[in-house]
């Protein structure tokens, strides 16, 4: 089994990859891009071109990919004063020392920086903890330099800017730049600085008597060229938060300009929601209805229940939809017409009123096809020789018919359930539109039209991910209730 | 104001066109008692005023509807209209502009500055700030507008206008509420250049480098410290946007609504659901076909007024059979546009005038649109050699009289119109292949002139000025799709466009609408009065065609109709 499984999930990857790769193509293939959408009167040429750079358009789509996947697994590490989260971090100087204090947007009562082993060892420095203060943010505390863990980030924090005197000169450090100006006759071309590594930094003359400001990463320095030159160990202050290294990346959203997997996770959520409910409608319906249907066949009530599953399921899905909200919300107000609140109502009830037409509609459908599968599968299975043997030993009709029938019954059924699963986050595109639900489908549709490459790849993986477990699952279940079945 | 959307007017039409008694010249008393029309006074602007000597009275929310969701609360990172639409509710401007620009260039009231009065050259302004701050106490200066413009044309930001401050040499800051502004020349438009401006707040917005603007998200945790009439509440993606009142706004007691929640909808038929079944209060873009259903229930009323948007179908003049002008007029004498206005905008559109809107100022009253006369188009085409052939199809040399009309899917007034115009050519013998593609395709390919025909609509800047659309140099890369030149109409657009007095302006721009109307290179269709709906327990509201919200800092509701606490 678990070889089985080992296969199947590594040919998964690859097709998960392989349609991943194709929907990036497609969409950057397909013409015009995110920006001529804002094309108008007011958005001159150049506007548009520097748009497009800043968001890498001005390279080859093949570029773009290979840029892509490789952002996708590797962080380059970036100075960010904030990130994700909320959390804010503010590094800066107070009395010759560098002060570090925070905000973040749900705080927790205290916050703790993690001085890592290395920066124990090598600064000396020590875990920080810091308190929230009534206003929210955090009161700031002396931190000593050196590296910080801060959650799965971390924070490198510098000396505090600092002014030395020596040689003649003032160097000056500061906001992660070094720059000096002249103090004696005699100012020589540039100015030499050695780093704690060896490498050496110089300070080109800008104007008369001043030099730099160069960029200068958080480190010592000290004069090179002057033989008699005491070292002045200056330190660059930067307090930067970093998270290089791998992590796992699908791009930003070019219309919301946000990270993709963080901008998708609430329609994730809010369609996996409905699309739960629509499927738990769907089934215990279908399923139920089917075999209601085939135990009593050609009665008045299979003849019924045929005649309004056909009527439901012929219907089109939207014109349903709009029909239902102008009854049971425009006319007769009964439920709300679309969102999922009202207006200062927060409670989960009010959630679920405003679930349940989007659900009858996804549903209802579903479960009209669904009971016509189960019912001819139901009659199948009804009219085999064992049904007859299990009557004949004298079971109840009751246990023949939720025992031993429906075990069989169910076989096409479960196939159907796994191939439904990647709806659950795939969202359902026109009954979302209809009821202004907040889910992939909205996304997916917006995103498509907005030509939102990295939405529409993100939407796409997730849902290629689902049909692919989706199918596995399906296989497990079969051979769960299917004893001929064997996997191997 | 210039927010020209070209090809975007969302307005979908479905049902079947069916008569109705209305108003065809857009004009006249109301014609339904729950109708508040935009008068003759100031055409732009739908004015539900109260009565004189009601006293405002506070209290109660307003639901507002949105069709997309924003793009992030930085009006320097964002596009749409529907952004602008809510970030107006936190960042202030200089001067608000009127919506007075159909009768010259705009006008404009204290905002954030109190007076301001340009140099004897013409080159700079010099504002006197306001008193005020921003919701968190800190004064509104200078430093925020020199700030504001630096983030506007910074090549970091990619703000998609930032040539509208092209002419803004510098923003020199005297103290805190003194600064001059300086320009690179003298034209009409400095006003509304520096106004475009949003003022955001330096010490806020100046903590994160501009070169990380374009990726920093919806910028939610920024726009907690507003510096005009809201404050806002909270985001919830693709769902809601809400806003109490900012107590440190400095006009005493307003605004008056303690609250505004911006709800988005999934679409126009679920916005309106919602609004007929008092879910939400308000519809920004009510469609003609639905103007009766929202007529129809006592708790709405409809703000109609003039827009600036016009609908047109563009010739490619470059190339056979519409670079012959005979064949172009013949085109628009086949057209009944009477019959697009009465049919499909129900009454609520006007038959468009040559390329400049008739509320324009600039607009030539006197310019009467070409006549609905299949005879004479017949008459033409006969005569630019395209003949009667067999199958009733004209031909020219054995090539038949046949081309593609292309529009963007998704837009149904624009395929009733395509559909229409394919049903009026026939008759006089031209066969009209309808292609519906895709927005962005579509954009493509006019850009490259590869296309015989479009439909589309043009949202027009509240300024005249043709180049983008106009000018032969607009052919490549802009909006001069048709590929029409002409150089009186290029010089006629160098020189009016800088004119800082109107009434030397006008007959040049009147000659420039002749020419269009004779050379023809758009037949024009329409101009669509706009529609809003909102329920009636508002007062004091003024929809204009700058905004729907124009004024809702000074909405208010008795408090006997007060619908939430």
Not at chain 1, 233 to 253: I, N, R, Y
Not at chain 2, 81 to 102: I, K, N, T
Request: with cysteine.
């Amino acid at each position: 089994v678990i070889a089985y499984l080992v296969r199947r999930l590594l040919i998964g990857v690859l097709i998960v990859w392989g349609v991943y790769t194709l929907t990036f193509f497609a969409v950057n293939l397909a013409p015009g891009d995110p920006f001529t959408a804002k094309e108008s009167a007011k958005v001159s040429e150049e506007d548009l071109a520097r748009l497009r750079s800043l968001w890498g358009y001005d390279l080859p789509v093949f570029e773009r990919y290979a840029l892509h996947v490789r952002k996708m697994f590797w962080k380059d590490p970036e100075v960010l004063e904030s990130q994700g989260g909320g959390l804010l971090f503010e590094v800066r100087a107070r009395d010759g020392r560098n002060v570090v204090g925070a905000r973040v947007q749900q705080p927790p009562a205290t916050l703790l920086l993690k001085a890592t082993q290395r920066s124990r060892l090598e600064d000396g420095a020590a875990d920080v903890t810091l308190a929230r203060g009534a206003d929210g943010a955090y009161a700031p505390v002396p931190i000593r330099r050196g590296r910080y863990q801060v959650g799965h980030r971390f924070l490198t924090i510098g000396e505090a800017p600092a002014t030395i005197d020596a040689e003649g000169l003032t160097l000056t450090a500061g906001g992660g730049t070094l720059s000096a100006r002249r103090t004696r006759e005699g100012a020589p071309e540039s100015v030499r600085l050695v780093r704690s590594g060896g490498a050496e930094l110089v300070l080109p003359a800008s104007a008369p008597g001043s030099y730099g400001p160069v960029e200068a990463p958080g480190d010592a320095y000290s004069f090179s060229d002057a033989a008699t030159a005491t070292p002045v160990a200056l330190a660059v202050p930067d307090g930067l938060l970093e998270s290089g290294g791998f992590g796992f990346d699908l791009g930003t959203s070019i219309q919301h300009k946000k990270n993709v997997v963080e901008h998708l996770k609430q329609p994730l959520l809010n369609s996996l929601l409905l699309a739960t409910a629509a499927l738990l409608v769907q089934f215990l319906f279908g399923v139920a209805l089917g075999v209601y249907s085939a135990v009593r066949r050609g009665h008045l009530l299979d003849r019924g229940l045929t005649f309004g599953s056909l009527f439901v399921y012929s219907m089109p899905g939207f014109w349903l939809a709009v029909m239902l909200q102008l009854l049971f919300a425009v006319k007769l107000g009964w439920l709300p017409v679309s969102g999922m609140h009202d207006e200062g109502d927060g409670s989960i009830l009010d959630l679920l009123e405003h679930m349940i037409l989007p659900v009858v509609v996804l549903g209802l459908a579903g479960a009209a096809s669904l009971a016509r599968y189960q019912r001819s599968s139901m009659l199948e299975v009804l009219s085999q020789d064992y049904v007859r043997t299990a009557r004949a030993k004298g079971c109840t009709e009751r246990g023949v018919i939720w025992h031993h029938a429906l075990r069989n019954a169910l076989l096409p059924t479960i196939t159907l359930l796994g191939l439904s699963l990647p709806f659950l986050v795939s969202g359902a595109v026109i009954t979302e539109q209809v009821f202004s639900w907040p889910g992939m489908g909205r996304e997916a549709i917006s995103a498509i039209t907005n030509r939102d490459v990295f939405v529409v790849t993100g939407i796409t993986l997730a849902a290629t991910t689902m049909v692919v477990i989706g199918s596995i699952v399906a296989d497990l279940l079969y051979a769960l209730v299917d004893p001929r079945v064997r996997i191997k | 104001m210039r927010t020209p959307y070209p090809a975007l007017l969302a307005l979908a039409v479905l049902a079947s066109p069916a008569p109705r008694e209305t108003h065809a010249d857009g004009k006249g008393k109301p014609a339904h008692a729950r109708e508040v029309r935009a008068g003759d006074d100031m055409p732009t602007s739908a004015w539900r005023k109260a009565p004189p000597g009601a006293k405002p009275e506070r209290g109660d929310t307003a639901i507002l509807t949105l069709l997309q969701d924003i793009e992030g609360l930085n009006p320097y990172t964002s596009s749409t209209a529907d952004s602008h639409y809510v970030q107006e509710m936190l960042w202030p401007r200089l001067m608000e502009e009127q919506a007075d620009y159909y009768a010259g260039p705009p006008s404009f009231t204290p905002y954030v500055a109190e007076s301001w009065s340009p140099a004897a050259d013409g080159l700079s302004i010099r504002f006197t700030l306001r008193d005020c701050t921003w919701s968190d106490g800190t004064p509104i200066t200078g430093d925020d507008l020199r700030f504001s413009w630096e983030a506007a044309r910074h090549p970091g930001v990619g703000w998609n206008s930032a040539s509208i401050v092209d002419f803004i040499r510098d923003v020199e800051v005297h103290g805190p509420r003194d600064v001059t502004v300086h320009y690179t020349e003298r034209y009409p438009y400095q006003l509304m250049d520096v106004n475009d401006v949003h003022i955001l707040p330096k010490h806020v917005f100046g903590k994160i480098p501009f070169e990380q603007w374009q990726k920093h998200g919806s910028w939610e945790e920024q726009a907690k410290v507003s510096g005009s009439h809201w404050l806002l509440e909270k985001v919830v993606p693709n769902q809601e946007i809400s806003f109490t009142r900012n107590p440190r706004y400095w006009e005493p007691g307003k605004p008056y609504l303690d609250r505004v929640v911006w709800k988005v909808q999934g679409n126009m038929e679920t916005n309106l659901n919602a609004l007929l079944a008092g879910d939400v209060d308000f519809m920004q873009s009510v469609l003609p076909k639905d103007a009766d259903r929202v007529l129809a229930d006592e708790d709405l009323l409809l703000y109609s007024y003039v827009t600036r948007n016009i609908g047109w179908i563009g010739w490619n003049t470059g190339k056979p059979p519409f670079d012959d002008v005979r064949v172009r007029r013949a085109m628009t004498h086949a057209i009944d546009r009477e019959n697009i206005v009465e049919s499909i905008f129900y009454g609520y559109a006007e038959v468009a005038a040559p390329v400049i809107i008739r509320s324009m100022w600039a607009s030539c009253p006197e310019i009467e649109p070409l006549e609905f006369d299949p005879d004479a188009a017949e008459k033409l085409l006969d005569e630019a050699g395209w003949t009667r052939s067999g199958d009733g199809v004209r031909a020219k040399d054995g090539k038949p009289l046949s081309f593609i009309l292309v529009t963007n899917a998704g837009n149904d007034v624009r395929k009733k119109i395509s559909e229409y115009v394919q049903a009026s050519l026939k008759d006089v013998g031209v066969a009209v292949e309808i292609k519906l593609l895709d927005f962005n395709q579509m954009t493509q390919q006019l850009k490259k002139h590869s296309f015989d025909a479009y439909v589309a609509g043009m949202s027009v800047a509240t300024k005249v000025d043709g180049r983008p659309i106009f000018h032969s140099k607009a052919a490549e890369g802009q909006f001069n799709y048709v590929d029409f030149k002409n150089p009186r109409v290029d010089e006629i657009i160098d020189q009016a466009r800088l004119m800082s007095d109107k009434e030397a302006a006008k007959p040049l721009w009147a000659e420039m609408q002749r020419i269009f109307h004779v050379e023809q290179p758009y037949t024009t269709l329409y101009e669509p009065r706009g529609l809003v709906s909102l329920h009636k327990r508002f007062r004091n509201v003024n929809v204009t065609a700058l905004r729907p919200t124009h004024n809702l800092h000074e909405w208010w509701v008795p408090a006997s109709e007060q619908k939430y606490k």
